[in-house]
Nanobody, 119 residues
Framework: VQLQASGGGLVQAGGSLRLSCVAS????????MRWYRQVLGKQRQLVAS???????YYADSVKGRFTIFRDNAKNTVYLQMDSVKPEDTAAYFC??????????????WGQGTLVTVSS
């Protein structure tokens, strides 16, 4: 199973960006999907997560500005980032709990996609 993240880039403060992460490979089902971010020299932090039926969770720092949603038919999770701030600058990583067969659940990480917010 591979997770491929995309959509990072340079954006001005107050602007918007949408990240995507597609899961591929031998997939029976996908449970929770998540976005984390990491600033160089600091621990990776959970930004948002979403259950298979679409129930979201947000870190306080992004609540009201970011939206996580998923397309189960496409095995894809998105992170819509609005009203971005310079402190949102980080490498963003997707993460998912994937079952490759019934009863075999494993956790996978995608590669990071860099988001830079200029002031």
């Amino acid at each position: 199973v591979q997770l491929q993240a995309s959509g990072g880039g340079l954006v001005q403060a107050g602007g918007s960006l949408r990240l995507s992460c597609v899961a591929s490979g031998s997939i029976f089902s996908i449970n929770a999907m998540r976005w984390y971010r990491q600033v160089l020299g600091k621990q990776r932090q959970l930004v948002a997560s979403i259950t298979p039926i679409g129930v979201p969770y947000y870190a306080d720092s992004v609540k009201g500005r970011f939206t996580i949603f998923r397309d189960n038919a496409k095995n894809t999770v998105y992170l819509q980032m609005d009203s971005v701030k310079p402190e949102d600058t980080a490498a963003y990583f997707c993460n998912a709990d994937v079952a490759m067969r019934l009863g075999l659940l494993s956790n996978f990480w995608g590669q990071g996609t860099l988001v830079t917010v200029s002031s």
